[in-house]
């Protein structure tokens, strides 16, 4: 069929079944956004291009499937960037396109030119600038493929002006094919044979999940393996939410900022089986030491993942879901009572200070706030002590989701990203939680959330300090706090007031059970502020 | 330790770019990089000459194989494959030189490609050993220029970058 090829997007996106993209108009990709009025694909106009990565990012998260996110030209696809970064750092999929100045002007620097494949290279998964019409409908089919198989990760394609208004014959490819990008996704069956031997010889066997589980839509299948041959089970911060805190084997988060039980196990282990998690440097600081004492398996779908941050004594490069099927094929019911016994001893209850007057200890609201809200709930949080106190205080119950910037540590992600994630599960209770830093660098979505009433909760832990910072100073400093005072911050409530939006303070215990209520049965757009003793420490 | 790294990739434009940009930002050291079509013109073949130890060399393997365009990624070992460079030296040659200089052309198996009145240009196709030796044995002549192409591999035998032996 004869069309223009800023149609042909539309059709491409529509034969994706993408319901909803996230953006921010500008001259270059005007034909695109023309294109997109009559096609009932819904636009959501953000407030800051970086913003529509973030929305994007939280709608793939919880839809399970690649999310659109469009700039414009030069400053719109430049500010797209960090998002971008923050994707690809936690393999997330997400389809960038972006505007471009038109064929014949490109590298002449005319008017909002920027080369966005150049700059945006170190953190794409892959990246198109489209120089021939044609090849639109193969460009935008590999591109949701490259996105969304494999280890998945953020693809751009960049859209010259006049490439956007040529006529094309439209015909969407029914597969991509793409004769170097064949990811392995079945495990082989004699690596997978070998794991189960050693996870079988394992007197003290621990599984540590990472994000790759819900990469690879793994968690049913990572239960039913612990379950079945009783391994206890850490997480890293992407795959906290997996296992419900609630269950027995779950010992928690592990790293720097990790949880007592979680790090004895990960120390005390003599087989280590890690599945889709890379080992990041705020999981584990000292592989060596890891490698040296300890069994170490590893299932990843990125075979460069294997043996890039730890060695790996048994690798098995392969799709977590496919992999673990098989193990559990294999499976035989297993005891582990001693060292389980073991690790139930580290178990610590979190104990509560009593905070300055005007305030409450942090992790007691998150505490409470996992109490009240349903188990459904989305929680996202953002970057900083706010992060930690809720990866590590909020319980979460079965088919409760966490969602974070991990990789990257990208402040100003929580709220952008429990618009999308509320966007693609409306059913489900959204909660953002942050701190009065990130906040600032994100408040401006307030108005998308409100233009296109996506109902998200938003907690605002205040301290009037970049509190994880001034830890540092205070710490590795000697208290030389230098750029860490929040001081000019609005009145967060009056800000709501503004905005049009329900919101209240939370100072003691009563207005925190308040805000509790507020948080559970309010089905609207909620600021709740939480006052925060400035003296809590991270941990 | 150097290594030879032959890679098959699509021939698009920004292919180089996106290989280049992974070396730096990844913290690989390249030596040098030969890069041209091959038979089937939507293919070209690049070899790259390395400096890491064998964990540089795996993560570089796995690196390069990981972007969408590269089709193939194999380390030659020395021993498993013919290595050339192409090398071009400008000499200071005056008249009374000359007939010397002509005696190290032919003792090296190089080739003289141009003369003038007060120089000589030299080239020479060898190994990078044999490159380096070449460039100690001129440069008391007085080297004005020199260029090299990098170096080029391939497998030994039937040896193809599809197919190991």
Same mark, same amino acid.
């Given at each position: 069929?004869?069309?223009?090829?800023?149609? !042909?997007?539309?059709?491409? *996106?529509? =034969?994706?079944?993408?319901?909803?993209?996230?953006?921010?108009?500008? +001259?270059?990709?005007?034909?695109?956004?023309?294109?997109?009025?009559?096609?009932?694909?819904?636009?959501?106009?953000?407030?800051?291009?970086?913003?529509?990565?973030?929305?994007?990012?939280? %709608?793939?998260?919880?839809?399970?499937?690649p999310?659109?996110?469009?700039?414009?030209?030069?400053?719109?696809?430049?500010?797209?960037?960090?998002?971008?970064?923050?994707?690809?750092?936690?393999?997330?999929?997400?389809?960038?396109i972006?505007?471009?100045?038109n064929?014949?002007?490109?590298?002449?620097d005319?008017?909002?030119?920027?080369?966005?494949?150049?700059?945006?290279?170190?953190?794409?998964?892959h990246?198109?600038?489209?120089?021939?019409?044609n090849?639109?409908?193969?460009?935008f089919?590999?591109?949701?493929?490259? +996105?969304?198989?494999?280890?998945?990760?953020?693809?751009?394609?960049?859209?010259?002006?006049?490439?956007?208004?040529a006529?094309?014959?439209?015909?969407?490819?029914?597969?991509?094919?793409?004769?170097? %990008?064949?990811p392995?996704?079945?495990?082989?069956?004699?690596?997978?044979?070998?794991?189960? =031997?050693?996870?079988?010889?394992?007197?003290?066997?621990l599984?540590?999940?990472?994000?790759?589980?819900?990469?690879?839509? !793994?968690?049913?299948?990572?239960?039913?393996?612990?379950?079945?041959?009783?391994?206890?089970?850490?997480?890293?911060?992407?795959?906290?939410?997996?296992?419900s805190?609630?269950?027995?084997?779950?010992?928690?988060?592990?790293?720097?900022?990790?949880?007592?039980?979680?790090?004895?196990?990960?120390?005390?282990?003599?087989?280590l089986?890690?599945?889709?998690?890379r080992?990041g440097?705020?999981?584990?600081?000292?592989?060596?030491?890891?490698?040296?004492?300890?069994?170490?398996?590893?299932?990843?779908?990125?075979?460069?993942?294997?043996?890039?941050?730890?060695?790996?004594?048994?690798?098995?490069?392969?799709?977590?879901?496919?992999?673990?099927?098989?193990?559990?094929?294999? +499976?035989?019911?297993?005891?582990?009572?001693?060292?389980?016994?073991?690790?139930?001893?580290?178990?610590?209850?979190?104990?509560?200070?009593?905070p300055?007057?005007?305030?409450?200890?942090p992790?007691?609201?998150?505490?409470? *706030?996992?109490?009240?809200?349903?188990?459904?709930? $989305?929680?996202?949080?953002?970057?900083?002590?706010?992060?930690?106190?809720?990866?590590?205080?909020?319980?979460?119950?079965?088919?409760?989701?966490?969602?974070?910037?991990?990789?990257?540590?990208?402040?100003g992600?929580?709220?952008?990203?429990?618009?999308?994630?509320?966007? =693609?599960?409306?059913?489900?209770?959204?909660?953002?939680?942050?701190?009065?830093?990130?906040?600032?660098?994100?408040?401006?979505? *307030?108005?998308?959330?409100?233009?296109?009433?996506?109902?998200?909760?938003?907690? $605002?832990?205040?301290?009037?300090?970049?509190?994880?910072?001034?830890?540092?100073q205070?710490?590795? %400093?000697?208290?030389?706090?230098?750029?860490?005072?929040l001081?000019?911050?609005?009145?967060?409530?009056? *800000?709501?007031?503004?905005?049009?939006?329900?919101?209240?303070?939370?100072?003691?215990?009563?207005?925190?059970?308040?805000?509790?209520?507020?948080?559970k049965? %309010?089905?609207?757009?909620?600021?709740?502020?939480?006052?925060?003793d400035?003296?809590? =420490?991270?941990? | 330790? @150097?290594?030879?790294?032959?890679?098959?990739?699509?021939?698009?434009?920004?292919?180089?770019?996106?290989?280049?940009?992974?070396?730096?930002?990844?913290?690989?050291?390249?030596?040098?990089?030969?890069?041209?079509?091959?038979?089937?013109?939507?293919?070209?073949?690049?070899?790259?000459?390395a400096?890491?130890?064998?964990?540089?060399v795996?993560?570089?393997?796995?690196?390069?194989?990981?972007?969408?365009?590269?089709?193939?990624?194999?380390?030659?070992?020395?021993?498993?494959?013919?290595?050339?460079?192409?090398m071009m030296?400008?000499?200071?040659?005056p008249a009374?030189?000359?007939?010397?200089?002509?005696?190290?052309?032919?003792?090296?198996?190089?080739?003289?490609?141009?003369?003038?009145?007060?120089?000589?240009?030299?080239?020479?196709?060898?190994?990078?050993? @044999?490159?380096?030796?070449?460039?100690?044995?001129?440069?008391?002549?007085?080297?004005?220029?020199?260029?090299?192409?990098?170096?080029?591999?391939?497998?030994?035998?039937?040896?193809?970058?599809?197919? @190991? @032996?």
């Amino acid at each position: 069929m004869k069309m223009k090829a800023c149609q !042909a997007m539309v059709e491409c *996106l529509k =034969a994706e079944n993408v319901k909803v993209v996230y953006g921010y108009p500008g +001259a270059a990709i005007c034909p695109f956004y023309d294109a997109l009025m009559d096609s009932g694909i819904r636009h959501v106009l953000v407030r800051h291009e970086a913003n529509a990565g973030h929305e994007a990012s939280g %709608y793939a998260r919880i839809s399970g499937k690649p999310a659109v996110c469009i700039a414009t030209s030069g400053p719109g696809a430049v500010n797209l960037i960090t998002a971008i970064a923050t994707a690809y750092a936690d393999s997330i999929p997400i389809i960038c396109i972006t505007g471009q100045v038109n064929t014949d002007q490109i590298g002449s620097d005319v008017f909002q030119e920027a080369d966005i494949t150049g700059a945006a290279e170190p953190f794409v998964k892959h990246s198109y600038l489209v120089k021939d019409p044609n090849d639109v409908p193969r460009v935008f089919k590999e591109a949701f493929y490259i +996105a969304g198989s494999g280890r998945p990760g953020p693809v751009l394609i960049d859209m010259p002006m006049d490439v956007q208004n040529a006529e094309i014959d439209f015909k969407y490819p029914k597969h991509a094919e793409i004769r170097s %990008y064949k990811p392995t996704t079945k495990g082989n069956a004699f690596q997978v044979k070998r794991v189960m =031997a050693e996870l079988e010889k394992a007197e003290k066997p621990l599984i540590c999940i990472g994000g790759g589980v819900f990469a690879s839509k !793994a968690e049913e299948e990572v239960v039913e393996l612990a379950h079945l041959m009783n391994i206890p089970v850490i997480t890293t911060m992407m795959g906290i939410s997996v296992f419900s805190d609630d269950d027995p084997l779950f010992y928690g988060m592990l790293g720097t900022h990790g949880v007592r039980s979680a790090n004895t196990a990960v120390n005390e282990c003599d087989v280590l089986f890690l599945v889709g998690a890379r080992v990041g440097d705020r999981a584990v600081k000292t592989p060596l030491a890891l490698e040296q004492n300890t069994r170490i398996l590893h299932i990843d779908i990125d075979p460069a993942e294997i043996g890039k941050n730890i060695g790996a004594d048994l690798p098995l490069v392969g799709d977590a879901k496919d992999v673990l099927r098989q193990l559990i094929e294999r +499976a035989k019911p297993m005891e582990h009572k001693e060292w389980i016994a073991r690790l139930d001893s580290f178990r610590t209850e979190r104990v509560f200070e009593t905070p300055r007057k005007g305030t409450v200890d942090p992790r007691q609201f998150i505490d409470k *706030l996992s109490k009240a809200m349903p188990d459904d709930t $989305v929680v996202v949080a953002d970057v900083g002590q706010n992060q930690i106190w809720t990866a590590t205080g909020y319980h979460f119950g079965k088919g409760g989701r966490f969602l974070t910037s991990g990789g990257m540590g990208t402040m100003g992600y929580s709220l952008p990203a429990a618009i999308g994630a509320k966007m =693609a599960a409306p059913d489900r209770p959204v909660m953002a939680v942050c701190g009065d830093g990130a906040l600032q660098m994100c408040m401006m979505e *307030l108005a998308t959330a409100i233009q296109h009433d996506v109902k998200v909760k938003l907690v $605002v832990m205040t301290n009037n300090r970049l509190g994880m910072v001034r830890e540092l100073q205070t710490r590795g %400093y000697n208290d030389r706090e230098i750029a860490v005072f929040l001081d000019g911050s609005p009145d967060f409530i009056k *800000l709501a007031d503004a905005y049009g939006i329900k919101s209240c303070r939370v100072t003691d215990d009563k207005s925190a059970d308040e805000a509790a209520e507020l948080l559970k049965n %309010y089905d609207g757009i909620t600021l709740v502020e939480v006052r925060v003793d400035e003296n809590t =420490a991270t941990l | 330790m @150097k290594h030879t790294i032959s890679v098959l990739v699509e021939n698009h434009s920004g292919v180089l770019s996106r290989i280049t940009g992974l070396f730096s930002r990844r913290g690989f050291n390249i030596e040098s990089l030969a890069v041209g079509p091959t038979h089937d013109p939507e293919v070209s073949r690049i070899t790259i000459i390395a400096d890491g130890d064998e964990h540089t060399v795996e993560q570089i393997e796995k690196q390069l194989n990981k972007l969408i365009e590269v089709i193939k990624v194999r380390t030659l070992k020395k021993d498993e494959c013919f290595a050339r460079e192409l090398m071009m030296v400008k000499l200071n040659c005056p008249a009374e030189k000359r007939s010397e200089i002509m005696t190290v052309a032919e003792m090296t198996e190089a080739k003289i490609v141009d003369v003038t009145l007060t120089t000589v240009t030299l080239e020479i196709c060898a190994r990078y050993n @044999k490159l380096e030796r070449f460039i100690e044995i001129v440069a008391p002549y007085g080297i004005i220029e020199l260029v090299r192409t990098g170096t080029i591999a391939i497998q030994k035998g039937a040896d193809t970058m599809d197919r @190991k @032996k």
